[in-house]
């Protein structure tokens, strides 16, 4: 077994697992994991600069995990940075200060290296399934970017496009810093157009028809499982490989569009600091689906982080 430390920081959230592998066997025993909203893309869409309050949200959510990985005597630790931070002017403030807190180097990584560790981290599982054909399309939908990623055991092709439910959000859905509540038909058809665009790309790399199962990561679709669920609290247990159709993921998104700050704030199982956005997550979900021709998504609560584990072991 190797004790080894994974921090996954995206657009939207920056997350930790701190797990025990064994590559001789496949097993990965979790010790800690957990989820801070961070919003470290704030603005970058717009300006091409982190935010000076992002980078201390971030910095912080940092403080907190170097706690975590020094009390659970973690042997290796990797930090890979997504989506915001390939398109940012002032990175280097960024990489110092994560080296600083936590001893490591963060990792820009390209969109299909962070294809390549969600592909592993979602279906190291699910290869042996027999419920479940082959081959299967990984599609994970982040703050800033969504990959869709094709293969069976191994990746076969992988894409990464520019649309996410942070950049959409504050693309097309804020108006002098407040979000549209609800948002009008024209911004979300400009929402639509921008994702049928990303699919049409994609699509020239990845064959995305040829898929026989559907696999949805991040959280935008744990949100729309938990949704689905009737959850009464967020339960990962729950969420994780929970099969949810296209028809309940339509209704969701209609729903999400149609809805106030107020009434998706209410909403048991939805964080916070997705409320603002998860409309957005659902729309790119359910134009996803459509396009694929998938009658369901199968829902994985083990993404990235646990392929940047696995990388680690």
Not at 128 to 140: M, T
Not at 161 to 169: E, F, L, N, P, S
Request: a negative charge; charged letters at 25%; glycine letters at 8%.
């Amino acid at each position: 077994m190797t004790r080894v430390a994974a921090v996954d920081c995206g657009t939207n959230s920056i997350r930790l697992l701190v797990a025990d592998c064994d590559p001789a066997t496949g097993e990965l025993a979790e010790l800690d994991r957990r989820m801070t909203i961070v919003r470290l893309g704030q603005g970058v869409d717009r300006t091409g600069r982190f935010a000076p309050e992002a980078l201390e949200r971030t910095f912080a959510a940092c403080r907190e995990y170097a706690e975590v990985i020094k009390d659970l005597k973690a042997e290796r630790v990797r930090f890979v940075a997504t989506s915001a931070s390939r398109d940012v002017s002032n990175r280097e403030e960024f990489v110092r200060g994560v080296e600083d807190i936590l001893g490591v180097e963060p990792e820009v990584i390209s969109g299909d290296q962070e294809a390549e560790f969600s592909f592993t981290g979602a279906t190291k599982e699910l290869v042996g399934r027999a419920d479940l054909a082959k081959p299967f399309l990984v599609v994970d939908i982040g703050g800033g970017s969504t990959e869709f990623v094709v293969g069976e055991e191994h990746v076969r092709a992988a894409r990464s496009v520019d649309v996410g439910c942070v950049r959409m959000t504050e693309r097309h859905l804020v108006t002098d810093g407040v979000v549209s509540d609800p948002p009008a038909a024209d911004r979300i058809a400009a929402i639509r157009a921008d994702v049928e665009a990303a699919l049409d790309l994609a699509g020239q790399t990845v064959p995305l028809t040829e898929a026989r199962t559907l696999v949805g990561l991040a959280g935008s679709v744990t949100t729309v499982a938990g949704i689905a669920l009737d959850l009464a609290e967020y339960d990962s247990t729950a969420i994780h490989h929970a099969r949810i159709p296209l028809a309940r993921v339509q209704d969701i998104t209609a729903r999400l569009l149609t809805s106030t700050h107020e009434e998706r704030t209410a909403i048991p199982v939805l964080h916070p600091g997705r409320v603002d956005v998860i409309a957005a997550g659902a729309l790119i979900l359910q134009c996803v689906m459509e396009r694929v021709g998938a009658e369901e998504v199968v829902v994985s609560e083990h993404d990235i982080l646990d392929g940047i584990a696995w990388s680690l072991a």
